[in-house]
């Protein structure tokens, strides 16, 4: 993410009002616009805002929803699984890679229902076994 992006979030995040950002902006590096700074004046301004409190998060995106309730059910029982320890990965890449082993198909969000009854047995199965 580039730095303007990261002031613009930390200054909402910090609740600066635009005063006090001006302020900030000139104290720290002696220019009150970003345009006008060099890309080493914005990380300076980015290093002043996380000393003032605000905490940068990794580009933290969740994954979207499965809106198909059997594509839904793969993911529980996966996760079940992991949680029983019948299957020591619990991630999504896992599991694209056993969904890709024995349907062919590279993510389970792309899965007919023809498809992902049979996976889905196979997975209930396993849960069994974990109990």
């Not at 890309?39 to 969740?62: H, W």
């Not at 699984?81 to 694209?96: F, M, T």
Request: with cysteine; hydrophobic share 40%; proline share 3%.
């Amino acid at each position: 993410m580039k730095a303007t992006a990261v002031i613009n979030i930390a200054k909402q995040q910090l609740g600066i009002e635009e005063n006090a950002y001006r302020e900030i902006l000139v104290r720290v590096t002696g220019v009150s616009s970003l345009r006008l700074m060099s890309e080493t004046q914005r990380l300076a301004v980015v290093k002043e805002m996380q000393r003032l409190g605000f905490k940068v998060a990794a580009g933290s995106k969740k994954l979207p929803i499965a809106t198909k309730p059997y594509i839904r059910l793969v993911h529980a029982l996966w996760k079940s699984c992991h949680l029983k320890g019948v299957v020591e990965d619990g991630s999504r890449q896992a599991l694209r890679t056993f969904v890709r082993k024995r349907t062919g198909v590279d993510d389970p969000d792309f899965l007919t229902y023809a498809q992902a009854n049979p996976l889905i047995d196979t997975l209930k199965a396993m849960e069994a076994r974990g109990k």
